[in-house]
């Protein structure tokens, strides 16, 4: 059983959608957290991280988009200020989408055609992690004559259902800890509490 915590309700909703996916069946129980913000992610996360484990959940993943710092600094954040103080004992995931999550569906860019249909992508992305605001990068080519216009809260988890995952994998090196806690139970974190 799973228990995904993110910075807002739709990263957690997409990275549910990718779990199911990666796993190959739906009848995985998931909870989730999204928070309304990183820093209530940081502050509310140890304790959403040990109730989940009441509940039930042994496999963790944690998602804090990167936002131009340093991956490495978001990793361990994500360690100092949640994994560590929840005294939870698990397989954890401290999972930093390069810039944002968004990254990854400008890797698979014509997936979104399957939710916003008159979508056409003119253009193969192919390093989707050096753009700098993936989410806005998606904005801008939504206005282009594209009807909905693409929204993060309401398309992310339906795009993630289209998503190609090994492109993305491929692309995406920040999409891998994902893919190993789920196909091989692997997470990136190793900590045990008493």
Known sequence: MYGVL???????DMLKELIFSLAGERSLTI?????SSCGELLTKGARQ???F?????NKFVICYDSDRDNPANRKASIINRIIRPSMTNGVFCALVPIQEIEAWILGDLPAVSNIITGWVPTRNILHPEE???PKEFLEKL???????RYSHAT????????LNLAIVEAKCPSFRPLVDIVRSGLGNVALKHA
């Open 6 to 12: 993110g910075e807002d309700r739709s990263d957690t």
């Open 31 to 35: 909870k989730t957290k999204g928070y």
């Open 49 to 51: 991280v040990a109730m």
């Open 53 to 57: 484990r009441e509940l039930g959940c």
């Open 131 to 133: 753009e700098n605001d």
């Open 142 to 148: 939504s206005r282009k004559n594209q009807r909905p």
């Open 155 to 162: 398309h992310n988890p339906r795009i993630a259902k289209y």
